[in-house]
């Protein structure tokens, strides 16, 4: 059982590993052509290659947005940012009961195998924290996605 907990931790691992910065054309059509399917607003995008997964971060109306896609083009992952305002009530109610000292950055609304997230950067002047929360205001095991 430990020895699938260490394979099946190693195999995600590289999902968040460093990547490595492609052009276009050094992409499979089919992700390139996934992304402009999905996103055809997206702006300056910059491609990473993350292991076997291909990385696009780009902007749609003023907006950051990230997605992972495999490499034929199905979207793994995505992420864009949010304002606190766009985050749901019970998301925001646990926030200020858990952390009211803490100041909110870097608001990200994930998207990943049919479920939303939150992710959220708390500051003070002691230490940073990073948090995901589901709709429902609840701490969500789940890891944060950089």
Request: hydrophobic share 40%.
């Amino acid at each position: 059982m430990k020895t699938t907990l260490l394979i099946i931790a190693m195999a995600t691992g590289t999902l968040w590993s460093c990547g490595q910065r492609i052009t276009a054309g050094q992409l499979p059509s089919l992700v390139q052509n996934s992304v402009q399917v999905k996103f055809p607003q997206a702006e300056r995008i910059d491609w990473e290659k993350e292991g076997q997964h291909f990385e696009a971060e780009f902007v749609v109306a003023g907006v950051e947005h990230t997605v992972l896609l495999d490499s034929v083009g199905h979207v793994l992952m995505q992420k864009q940012d949010i304002t606190a305002a766009q985050l749901p009530p019970a998301v925001s109610v646990a926030l200020k009961r858990d952390f009211q000292a803490y100041l909110m950055d870097d608001l990200e609304q994930v998207e990943k195998q049919g479920q939303v997230y939150y992710q959220i950067e708390l500051e003070n002047n002691n230490e940073d924290l990073k948090r995901v929360y589901a709709s429902n205001g609840t701490v969500v095991n789940t890891r944060f996605w950089d």
